[in-house]
């Protein structure tokens, strides 16, 4: 076995994402793929922002949507969240399993769109909050049951690439 990542890349041990690591990007991102099942039980994914609070993932969507159609035929899903775009230095990503609920009372979903537009928005969530107050809007609540797997690019020689350093 070869040093990793200068000959080898196979054996990521030591590479997962610290807890203090997984809470800078969790605020950093804003955007995720949500995974749900489908009326046949495949997976599937779409990308939705978010926001992270206290260990527990909150989304949105539209109710009649592939995805609140999944989550209310099984709670089962998961997240991912990769460090793309966010400005982050290295490559990172957090992969978790969840089980979700739709709200779909107003005084969840009032709740989450303050939150939502300020974290998402802070210039101007009231134009954005007007947008998404609609009738049809729905709120996801996903509670962590594990971490799947989890990465952190910083933590392998060569950037990862096999670039020397």
Do not use: Y
Request: proline residues 4%; glycine residues 10%.
């Amino acid at each position: 076995m070869g040093k990793l990542g200068v000959d080898d890349l196979e054996n990521l041990k030591g590479t997962h994402l610290d807890k203090a690591d997984q809470g800078e990007l969790l605020t950093a991102q804003t955007e995720c793929t949500f995974i749900f099942s489908d009326a046949e039980g495949h997976p599937c994914g779409v990308v939705m922002s978010f926001f992270e609070e206290d260990g527990v993932f909150w989304l949105t969507a539209v109710e009649g949507r592939h995805q609140v159609k999944g989550l209310d035929r099984d709670p089962r899903c998961s997240i991912v969240v990769s460090s793309a775009g966010s400005g982050l230095p290295g490559r990172r990503m957090l992969s978790i399993r969840g089980e979700g609920t739709v709200h779909r009372d107003d005084e969840t979903k009032q709740w989450f769109l303050d939150q939502f537009t300020t974290r998402l928005q802070p210039t101007d969530p009231v134009s954005w909050r007007k947008l998404l107050d609609s009738p049809k809007r729905v709120v996801f609540e996903v509670q962590v049951t594990s971490v799947l797997a989890s990465h952190d690019q910083r933590k392998i020689a060569g950037n990862g690439r096999g670039m020397a350093g």
